[in-house]
Structures are given as structure tokens and as C-alpha cells.
């Protein structure tokens, strides 16, 4: 029983038994996304997970951010961002710039 104990510990990432960062949700359902603000910690890395429920693809973008990530249609992602300094940084869907667009708001 150790044994195994042992080798599942070592098939473990470095720091996946840590906290993890926080994380948030963004949904994207008839080419927005909900929630349009997100408010997360300044100065630390977060998760966000976005469930793209649209029969289409996205691509959640953020110049600001440094960010750009295509989610294909019916299907989930995960994006790291951070750490921010406090302020405002918007986003957007760059499939759907007129419908899809929201700002994170680091405090």
C-alpha cells in the first residue's frame, strides 16, 4: 500500500498538492459573457475556468492581459492570468466583439 502511495505522490506535478490559485468562472451562452465583471486579488495568479455553451467557437481576448485563448463550441477551458496589479482590464470575445466583452478588475 505505501508503495503505491508512493508512486502516485511522485506522478503528481510539482505544487499540485499546494492551494492552488483562486479561481473564477466565466460562461459564455449566446456569444456573451456572464458574468461581464470579474473581481480578483491583485498580485497573486488566478484560474479561470470558461464554459463555452455556444454552438460556436469563441476567442476570449485581452490585450491587456496578454491573453488569447480560442474555446471551441459545447466545450470548457482553463486560462491563467497574473499576477495583475490593481486596475481594470477588459476582454473580450473576438468572434462576437459587439456581444461578448466584460472587464476584470484586479484589487
Do not use: W
Not at 498538492?17 to 456573451?32: H, M, Q, Y
Amino acid at each position: 500500500m505505501l508503495r503505491i502511495a508512493a508512486v502516485l505522490l511522485m506522478a503528481v506535478p510539482s505544487g499540485a498538492l499546494a492551494a492552488g490559485e483562486p479561481e473564477f468562472s466565466l460562461v459564455i451562452e449566446k456569444n456573451r459573457f456572464t458574468p461581464e465583471r470579474i473581481e480578483v486579488p491583485a498580485g497573486q495568479k488566478v484560474k479561470i475556468n470558461i464554459d463555452n455553451r455556444d454552438a460556436t467557437a469563441e476567442e476570449f481576448e485581452s490585450v491587456e492581459m496578454k491573453v488569447e485563448k480560442v474555446i471551441p463550441p459545447k466545450s470548457k477551458a482553463t486560462i491563467y492570468i497574473g499576477p495583475l496589479k490593481a486596475g481594470e482590464y477588459p476582454f473580450i470575445g473576438e468572434f462576437h466583439e459587439k456581444t461578448a466583452f466584460g472587464i476584470l478588475v484586479a484589487k
